[in-house]
């Protein structure tokens, strides 16, 4: 007698219902793969696209560089490679640590990053360091890259009157998106020295108070040494 077939056959399945429970989440989860095609850039960084690559030389850490999103934000890419070539952050210091405080709970979101751009902080006492005026032709208007902060994204603070400007930078380690975006311009992504980026977010701060709210200055003021464009 020939044996029975042991092995399992493929169940038929009904269509779901319309209106029911389970046609609905289907009909959500083809939403969300229509979405996720037409919007990569939500899923995945982008390359930046610039030709040139932007170093910057950290003291105490090593160095970063990125590309710039040329087409995406081409004023911030232009004034930002002149302001490189001039040199201008070149003697300033990393005036901002922002990462979790130490009393953070399980579910809370934080930011991971570091900013520099104020040229008082080439005072190596960071007591005199202060946030300046900025100068008139860093001003500019926003440019809207339509990407989001994934880990290793270079931005810029917004400034007054609805305005961008692009003299104090944002390097951030991780993902802030849901933190941060749209509250900055971001212009570029950091190509090399990722692990660099992390270690001036995860460095010591200055004072007791800043390590317990995670934001304030950090001990080492990560000066920059050079800046260059290759």
Known sequence: EPKPDARRKKPELEPARPGSLIAMRLQQVEAERGFRASHPEYYSAPEADSAETIVFEFEGAGVVKFKLFSTRTPKHAERLLALAREGWWVGQRVHLVERAPSSQSFNDSTPSHFVFGWPSTKEAENSKWKEEDLKPENILDVEDSAVSLFPGMVSVELAKDSKSQVERIVINAED???????????????????????????????????????????????????????
């Open 176 to 230: 802030e998106a849901a933190v941060a975006d749209g509250n900055r311009v971001v212009v570029g992504r950091v190509t090399e020295g990722l692990e660099i980026v992390r270690e001036i977010v995860s460095g010591e701060f200055a004072d007791d108070a800043s390590a317990k709210s995670g934001r304030g200055r950090p001990q080492n003021g990560y000066k920059i040494t050079a800046v260059r464009v290759e």
